[in-house]
Protein backbone atom coordinates (compact mmCIF):
# COMPACT_ATOMS: atom_id res chain seq x y z
CA UNK A 1 0.00 0.00 0.00
CA UNK A 2 1.35 3.08 -0.81
CA UNK A 3 2.30 5.55 2.26
CA UNK A 4 0.08 8.46 0.93
CA UNK A 5 -3.23 6.39 0.65
CA UNK A 6 -5.76 6.22 3.98
CA UNK A 7 -5.99 2.50 5.32
CA UNK A 8 -8.83 1.20 7.26
CA UNK A 9 -7.98 0.78 11.17
CA UNK A 10 -10.82 -1.15 13.78
CA UNK A 11 -11.02 0.61 17.22
CA UNK A 12 -10.15 -1.72 19.51
CA UNK A 13 -10.48 0.57 22.50
CA UNK A 14 -10.43 3.94 23.85
CA UNK A 15 -11.18 5.52 27.17
CA UNK A 16 -10.97 8.65 28.69
CA UNK A 17 -8.25 8.86 31.26
CA UNK A 18 -8.88 12.32 32.28
CA UNK A 19 -11.73 15.05 31.82
CA UNK A 20 -11.79 15.60 27.55
CA UNK A 21 -8.36 13.18 27.33
CA UNK A 22 -8.31 10.04 25.56
CA UNK A 23 -6.31 7.20 24.31
CA UNK A 24 -7.64 5.31 21.29
CA UNK A 25 -6.14 2.04 20.28
CA UNK A 26 -6.67 0.96 16.66
CA UNK A 27 -5.89 -2.64 15.44
CA UNK A 28 -3.05 -3.17 12.37
CA UNK A 29 0.25 -3.82 11.58
CA UNK A 30 1.96 -0.50 11.77
CA UNK A 31 5.52 1.18 11.47
CA UNK A 32 7.14 4.76 12.58
CA UNK A 33 9.89 6.66 13.93
CA UNK A 34 9.10 8.39 17.37
CA UNK A 35 8.11 12.56 16.56
CA UNK A 36 6.42 10.71 13.59
CA UNK A 37 2.60 11.08 13.11
CA UNK A 38 -0.45 9.86 11.37
CA UNK A 39 -3.57 11.88 9.30
CA UNK A 40 -6.93 10.41 11.44
CA UNK A 41 -10.59 10.35 9.73
CA UNK A 42 -13.42 8.86 11.49
CA UNK A 43 -16.11 11.16 9.40
CA UNK A 44 -17.09 11.79 5.67
CA UNK A 45 -16.83 14.97 3.68
CA UNK A 46 -16.78 17.31 6.88
CA UNK A 47 -14.80 18.59 8.37
CA UNK A 48 -13.03 18.50 5.16
CA UNK A 49 -8.73 18.18 6.57
CA UNK A 50 -8.19 14.53 8.47
CA UNK A 51 -6.78 15.75 11.49
CA UNK A 52 -2.79 15.02 12.84
CA UNK A 53 -1.70 12.88 15.83
CA UNK A 54 1.78 11.77 16.92
CA UNK A 55 2.04 8.30 17.96
CA UNK A 56 1.46 7.63 21.73
CA UNK A 57 2.47 3.78 21.26
CA UNK A 58 2.88 1.51 18.96
CA UNK A 59 2.98 -2.69 19.46
CA UNK A 60 2.49 -5.70 17.56
CA UNK A 61 -1.21 -5.19 16.08
CA UNK A 62 -2.06 -1.87 17.79
CA UNK A 63 -1.43 1.71 17.55
CA UNK A 64 -2.31 4.16 19.77
CA UNK A 65 -3.00 7.85 19.73
CA UNK A 66 -3.10 10.18 23.23
CA UNK A 67 -5.19 13.22 22.45
CA UNK A 68 -7.26 16.28 23.67
CA UNK A 69 -10.42 17.08 22.76
CA UNK A 70 -10.57 20.70 21.24
CA UNK A 71 -13.15 20.52 18.43
CA UNK A 72 -15.21 18.96 15.86
CA UNK A 73 -12.89 16.34 14.54
CA UNK A 74 -11.31 15.47 17.69
CA UNK A 75 -15.05 15.55 19.33
CA UNK A 76 -16.14 12.47 16.78
CA UNK A 77 -12.53 11.02 17.31
CA UNK A 78 -13.97 10.84 21.20
CA UNK A 79 -17.16 9.00 20.13
CA UNK A 80 -15.98 6.03 18.73
CA UNK A 81 -16.37 2.92 20.37
CA UNK A 82 -14.66 -0.63 19.36
CA UNK A 83 -15.29 -2.19 16.07
CA UNK A 84 -15.67 1.13 14.49
CA UNK A 85 -13.48 2.14 11.88
CA UNK A 86 -10.56 4.46 11.52
CA UNK A 87 -9.14 5.96 8.23
CA UNK A 88 -5.10 6.61 9.30
CA UNK A 89 -2.55 7.90 6.98
CA UNK A 90 1.03 7.57 8.17
CA UNK A 91 3.70 7.71 9.06
CA UNK A 92 4.41 11.21 8.49
CA UNK A 93 6.68 13.72 8.77
CA UNK A 94 10.64 13.00 9.94
CA UNK A 95 11.12 11.63 13.27
CA UNK A 96 13.81 12.41 15.54
CA UNK A 97 17.02 10.43 16.55
CA UNK A 98 18.70 10.05 19.85
CA UNK A 99 21.59 11.74 20.89
CA UNK A 100 24.26 9.26 22.71
CA UNK A 101 24.35 9.26 26.92
CA UNK A 102 21.48 10.40 29.19
CA UNK A 103 18.91 12.27 27.30
CA UNK A 104 15.62 13.93 28.64
CA UNK A 105 12.28 14.07 27.35
CA UNK A 106 10.26 16.79 28.35
CA UNK A 107 6.56 17.22 27.91
CA UNK A 108 3.91 19.98 28.34
CA UNK A 109 0.36 18.93 29.18
CA UNK A 110 -0.98 17.11 26.11
CA UNK A 111 2.37 17.84 24.44
CA UNK A 112 3.41 14.09 26.10
CA UNK A 113 1.39 12.54 23.38
CA UNK A 114 4.53 12.03 21.40
CA UNK A 115 6.80 11.07 23.78
CA UNK A 116 5.89 7.59 25.41
CA UNK A 117 6.81 6.12 22.04
CA UNK A 118 10.07 7.68 21.76
CA UNK A 119 11.23 7.11 25.65
CA UNK A 120 10.01 3.32 24.72
CA UNK A 121 12.57 3.44 21.57
CA UNK A 122 15.12 5.33 22.79
CA UNK A 123 15.73 3.33 26.40
CA UNK A 124 17.96 3.97 29.28
CA UNK A 125 19.27 6.37 30.33
CA UNK A 126 16.51 8.53 30.26
CA UNK A 127 14.80 10.68 32.22
CA UNK A 128 11.04 12.03 31.67
CA UNK A 129 9.60 15.14 32.61
CA UNK A 130 6.23 16.00 32.33
CA UNK A 131 4.43 19.15 33.42
CA UNK A 132 0.68 19.47 33.95
CA UNK A 133 -1.84 22.19 34.65
CA UNK A 134 -4.05 20.40 36.94
CA UNK A 135 -3.98 16.57 37.68
CA UNK A 136 -1.46 14.64 36.13
CA UNK A 137 -2.89 11.84 33.59
CA UNK A 138 -1.42 8.92 31.71
CA UNK A 139 1.81 9.15 34.28
CA UNK A 140 2.52 5.71 34.61
CA UNK A 141 2.65 4.60 30.88
CA UNK A 142 6.17 6.56 31.50
CA UNK A 143 7.04 4.67 34.68
CA UNK A 144 8.64 1.04 32.37
CA UNK A 145 10.70 3.52 30.56
CA UNK A 146 12.73 5.67 32.48
CA UNK A 147 13.19 7.80 35.59
CA UNK A 148 9.55 9.81 35.67
CA UNK A 149 9.38 13.66 37.36
CA UNK A 150 5.94 15.42 37.84
CA UNK A 151 5.34 18.88 38.02
CA UNK A 152 1.96 20.43 37.84
CA UNK A 153 0.51 23.59 38.72
CA UNK A 154 -2.50 22.89 41.00
CA UNK A 155 -0.82 21.80 45.08
CA UNK A 156 -2.65 18.52 46.16
CA UNK A 157 -0.38 16.17 44.08
CA UNK A 158 2.38 13.94 47.07
CA UNK A 159 5.68 13.51 45.06
CA UNK A 160 5.27 16.78 42.34
CA UNK A 161 6.70 19.98 41.95
CA UNK A 162 4.50 22.54 42.74
CA UNK A 163 5.33 24.65 39.46
CA UNK A 164 5.79 25.33 36.00
CA UNK A 165 7.99 21.87 34.52
CA UNK A 166 10.28 24.43 32.55
CA UNK A 167 11.35 25.64 36.38
CA UNK A 168 11.58 21.74 37.79
CA UNK A 169 14.03 20.59 34.50
CA UNK A 170 17.71 22.15 34.68
CA UNK A 171 19.12 20.52 31.42
CA UNK A 172 23.08 20.60 32.62
CA UNK A 173 24.60 16.74 32.64
CA UNK A 174 22.24 15.51 29.29
CA UNK A 175 23.84 14.65 25.69
CA UNK A 176 20.09 16.05 24.43
CA UNK A 177 17.03 17.50 25.20
CA UNK A 178 13.40 16.40 23.17
CA UNK A 179 10.61 18.19 24.16
CA UNK A 180 6.73 18.96 23.17
CA UNK A 181 4.10 21.35 24.41
CA UNK A 182 2.87 24.74 24.17
CA UNK A 183 5.29 27.03 22.30
CA UNK A 184 5.70 29.19 25.77
CA UNK A 185 6.87 26.45 27.26
CA UNK A 186 9.31 25.36 24.25
CA UNK A 187 10.65 28.81 24.37
CA UNK A 188 11.21 28.90 27.72
CA UNK A 189 12.65 25.63 27.38
CA UNK A 190 15.26 26.74 25.22
CA UNK A 191 16.35 29.76 27.07
CA UNK A 192 17.42 27.18 29.53
CA UNK A 193 18.49 24.30 27.17
CA UNK A 194 20.82 27.12 25.10
CA UNK A 195 22.48 28.88 28.54
CA UNK A 196 23.63 25.19 29.54
CA UNK A 197 25.29 24.04 26.22
CA UNK A 198 23.02 21.06 25.42
CA UNK A 199 20.85 20.44 22.51
CA UNK A 200 17.06 20.94 22.26
CA UNK A 201 14.95 19.12 19.96
CA UNK A 202 11.43 20.20 19.73
CA UNK A 203 8.04 18.84 17.88
CA UNK A 204 5.64 21.82 17.11
CA UNK A 205 2.54 20.52 17.00
CA UNK A 206 0.85 23.47 15.63
CA UNK A 207 -1.86 23.58 12.98
CA UNK A 208 -2.05 21.76 9.20
CA UNK A 209 -3.94 21.78 6.82
CA UNK A 210 -3.23 18.81 4.22
CA UNK A 211 -0.65 17.13 6.12
CA UNK A 212 0.82 15.44 3.08
CA UNK A 213 3.79 18.22 1.83
CA UNK A 214 1.26 19.35 -0.31
CA UNK A 215 -0.18 22.84 0.21
CA UNK A 216 2.56 24.49 1.59
CA UNK A 217 -0.33 26.12 4.23
CA UNK A 218 2.57 24.75 7.40
CA UNK A 219 5.35 26.80 6.21
CA UNK A 220 7.61 28.02 8.68
CA UNK A 221 10.55 30.01 8.47
CA UNK A 222 13.65 28.66 10.38
CA UNK A 223 17.32 29.38 9.94
CA UNK A 224 17.68 27.28 7.05
CA UNK A 225 15.15 28.87 4.89
CA UNK A 226 11.39 28.59 4.76
CA UNK A 227 9.93 24.41 5.63
CA UNK A 228 6.74 22.60 5.72
CA UNK A 229 6.48 21.64 9.20
CA UNK A 230 4.21 18.65 8.30
CA UNK A 231 7.15 17.39 5.95
CA UNK A 232 10.16 18.58 7.10
CA UNK A 233 8.92 18.41 10.51
CA UNK A 234 7.24 18.85 12.65
CA UNK A 235 10.71 18.00 14.83
CA UNK A 236 13.13 20.23 14.61
CA UNK A 237 16.15 21.62 16.31
CA UNK A 238 14.91 24.78 18.63
CA UNK A 239 17.88 27.04 17.95
CA UNK A 240 16.51 26.15 13.46
CA UNK A 241 13.12 27.55 14.62
CA UNK A 242 13.64 29.92 17.32
CA UNK A 243 16.75 31.82 16.67
CA UNK A 244 16.19 34.36 14.88
CA UNK A 245 13.55 32.43 13.20
CA UNK A 246 9.75 34.15 11.83
CA UNK A 247 6.77 31.78 11.16
CA UNK A 248 4.31 32.81 8.21
CA UNK A 249 1.84 32.41 10.85
CA UNK A 250 3.64 34.97 13.04
CA UNK A 251 4.16 32.40 15.99
C1 LIG B 1 2.14 16.85 13.87
C2 LIG B 1 1.04 17.04 14.88
C3 LIG B 1 0.83 16.09 15.84
C4 LIG B 1 -0.21 16.26 16.76
N1 LIG B 1 -0.38 15.29 17.71
C5 LIG B 1 -1.35 15.46 18.64
C6 LIG B 1 -1.54 14.46 19.64
O1 LIG B 1 -0.86 13.43 19.65
N2 LIG B 1 -2.52 14.69 20.56
C7 LIG B 1 -3.29 15.83 20.53
O2 LIG B 1 -4.16 15.99 21.40
N3 LIG B 1 -3.14 16.76 19.60
C8 LIG B 1 -2.19 16.60 18.64
N4 LIG B 1 -2.04 17.56 17.68
C9 LIG B 1 -2.99 18.68 17.64
C10 LIG B 1 -4.30 18.16 17.00
O3 LIG B 1 -4.06 17.79 15.67
C11 LIG B 1 -5.38 19.25 17.06
O4 LIG B 1 -5.71 19.49 18.40
C12 LIG B 1 -6.61 18.79 16.31
O5 LIG B 1 -6.34 18.75 14.93
C13 LIG B 1 -7.78 19.73 16.59
O6 LIG B 1 -8.85 19.31 15.76
P1 LIG B 1 -10.35 19.64 16.14
O7 LIG B 1 -11.17 19.43 14.92
O8 LIG B 1 -10.77 18.92 17.35
O9 LIG B 1 -10.29 21.17 16.52
P2 LIG B 1 -10.62 22.40 15.59
O10 LIG B 1 -12.10 22.53 15.44
O11 LIG B 1 -9.79 22.33 14.34
O12 LIG B 1 -10.08 23.56 16.53
C14 LIG B 1 -10.66 23.74 17.82
C15 LIG B 1 -9.80 24.66 18.65
O13 LIG B 1 -8.51 24.06 18.87
C16 LIG B 1 -7.48 24.89 18.40
N5 LIG B 1 -6.47 24.05 17.76
C17 LIG B 1 -6.60 23.34 16.63
N6 LIG B 1 -5.45 22.72 16.31
C18 LIG B 1 -4.58 23.04 17.29
C19 LIG B 1 -3.23 22.72 17.55
N7 LIG B 1 -2.51 21.97 16.72
N8 LIG B 1 -2.66 23.23 18.66
C20 LIG B 1 -3.36 24.01 19.51
N9 LIG B 1 -4.64 24.36 19.32
C21 LIG B 1 -5.23 23.89 18.23
C22 LIG B 1 -8.15 25.81 17.37
O14 LIG B 1 -7.44 27.03 17.24
C23 LIG B 1 -9.51 26.00 17.95
O15 LIG B 1 -9.50 27.00 18.93
C24 LIG B 1 -1.02 17.41 16.73
C25 LIG B 1 -0.79 18.39 15.75
C26 LIG B 1 0.23 18.20 14.84
C27 LIG B 1 0.47 19.25 13.81
S1 LIG C 1 -0.08 21.03 5.75
FE1 LIG C 1 -0.03 21.08 3.57
S2 LIG C 1 2.10 21.22 3.17
FE2 LIG C 1 2.02 20.96 5.33
Not at 39 to 44: I, K, P
Not at 121 to 140: D, Q, S, T
Not at 214 to 220: D, L, R, S
Request: hydrophobic share 45%.
Amino acid sequence: MSPLEFREAPVLDQREVAPNIFLLRVGGEFHALPGQFFLLRAWGLHPPLSRPMSVFDLSPGSLSFAYAVRGEGTRLLSRLRPGDIVQVLGPLGKGWSRAEGKVALVGGGMGLAPLLFTAKVFGRPLHIFLGFKGEPFLVEEFLPFGEVYVATEKPGYPGAFLGLVTEAFEPRGYAAVYACGPRPMLEALYEKCRAAGVPLHVSLEERLACGIGACFGCTIFTKRGPVRLCREGPVFRADEVFDGARSFRGT
